[in-house]
């Protein structure tokens, strides 16, 4: 039995989340730097996706389905598109429709991301361990929020790139599923009348 085009795109989808989690956690070159964009594992395992049926303005049932990618993270979309700096732009990021407005990030923002990392801050000069490792976190999170909202950040694709990955393998089963769904609504159709 051939399956329907809702059990084939919750397939198709099911996999584009699978490969996208994979991308996140992959090393990638991005802007002529290798990144791995899945620091705390948040992103990743907030990824899914969501199928609904589409519906006449009247509120009935229509033909087609709507796939959406989804993330429960507000940052997400800002990590696919990447965005663009207030003073220049990323080149992965020049098409994204985010941009920075002030030149640093608000307060908080990179220390929270810092924080995930085991990082142990030296001094200038000697190379010993500093002293008061939280000022010079303090200090750390300014001096790269600077720079993250002056040049931006690099579009990551996890979900662009799962889904050319996952066309080529499952997209011929959702086209026949769709092809099967349609000849049924005909038969359907032609019986009626």
Do not use: C, H
Not at 27 to 33: A, E, H, W
Not at 40 to 64: D, I
Not at 171 to 184: L, P, T
């Amino acid at each position: 039995m051939i399956p329907t085009t809702k059990q084939e795109l919750q397939k198709f989808g099911t996999r584009v989340v699978k490969l996208a989690r994979i991308n996140l956690g992959a090393s990638k070159m991005i802007d002529g730097k290798k990144r791995v964009t899945n620091s705390s594992g948040a992103l990743s395992s907030s990824l899914g996706f969501s199928l609904k049926q589409k519906r006449s303005s009247g509120g009935k049932y229509a033909s087609g389905f709507d796939l959406e990618f989804t993330s429960s993270v507000d940052y997400a979309d800002f990590l696919e598109q990447g965005v663009k700096g207030s003073e220049s732009t990323k080149p992965s990021a020049k098409n994204s429709p985010y941009k920075f407005k002030s030149k640093n990030l608000p307060k908080g923002v990179m220390m929270k991301w810092i924080e995930t990392k085991p990082i142990r801050l030296r001094e200038l000069g000697t190379g010993k361990f500093k002293k008061s490792p939280k000022e010079a976190k303090e200090e750390l999170a300014f001096v790269l929020g600077r720079a993250v909202a002056t040049k931006g950040i690099g579009a990551r694709n996890y979900f662009k790139d799962a889904i050319e990955k996952a066309i080529p393998t499952d997209g011929n089963d959702v086209a026949v599923a769709m092809a099967n769904d349609f000849i049924k609504q005909i038969i359907k159709e032609i019986k009626l009348n």
